[in-house]
């Protein structure tokens, strides 16, 4: 099976965009979670879907959002970029929620 | 944020030498706890998990023990090679919303 795609892996943006990150996960997973990987703050749950519908949400601003399509890709969007938003964004997906989670190898987001 | 604590943030040793990662966590009503490791420019690795009703499970060359008593996870790996130079993670769950709480991570480094 391929595991799971994130696209782009690199993205350089200026504070005040917006941007959304692409994740496909593996064939058969229907959760996918997003996490914001920072060295000061770790991994931070950003949010969870499966089949299409938010399962769970960690503490994050509106500005970072979400969704699923029924293939169960999953995309997430975040507007009015901010310096602090520069981090590596990992896609995880598994077939049901918070147990093994197959992660993608990320996205690195540098905003200027 | 939420997050499991790790007792050291880097952890150096020598090849052929047995390595232990600590992990703290809060939680006492955490049932199910996963390592993950996270080699330079990749995203997290699934290792080795283990649920609340054990203490002890292994697997190749890596054994986890948790003592729920002093809500204490560890990660055993034995003859340390150079590939197992990574950060690795501990996380846990509990409750419905099965929502993972990771830990931040420890950095080990193996010396030839």
């Known amino acids: 099976k391929a595991g799971v795609t994130q696209t782009p892996r690199y993205l350089i943006k200026t504070r005040g965009q917006q941007v959304t990150l692409s994740c496909s996960p593996i064939s058969g997973h229907r959760s996918v979670s997003w996490y914001q990987q920072t060295p000061g703050q770790g991994l931070q749950f950003l949010f969870e879907?499966?089949?299409?519908?938010?399962?769970n949400k960690g503490n994050f601003p509106g500005r970072f959002s979400g969704r699923q399509f029924s293939n169960s890709r999953s995309e997430m969007n975040v507007s009015t970029l901010e310096l602090g938003d520069s981090a590596l964004y990992l896609c995880?997906?598994?077939?049901?929620?918070?147990?093994?989670?197959?992660f993608g190898p990320g996205t690195r987001l540098t905003v200027l | 944020g939420e997050s499991v604590g790790l007792h050291l943030p880097t952890l150096s040793v020598q090849e052929g030498d047995n390595s232990i990662i600590n992990c703290a966590y809060s939680n006492s009503a955490s049932d199910y706890f996963i390592w993950y490791k996270q080699e330079s420019g990749k995203g997290p690795q699934f290792i080795i998990d283990i649920r609340s009703n054990m203490d002890k499970r292994q697997g190749q060359r890596v054994t986890v023990l948790l003592n729920k008593t002093v809500k204490h996870l560890s990660l055993q790996i034995a003859a340390t090679q150079p590939g197992d130079s990574a950060v690795y993670f501990c996380?846990?769950?509990?409750?419905?919303?099965?929502?993972?709480?990771w830990g931040l991570g420890t950095s080990l480094g193996v010396n030839p």
């Open positions: 879907y499966f089949s299409e519908t938010q399962r």
């Open positions: 995880a997906s598994s077939n049901r929620t918070a147990y093994t989670q197959y």
């Open positions: 996380a846990e769950t509990a409750g419905n919303n099965r929502k993972l709480i």
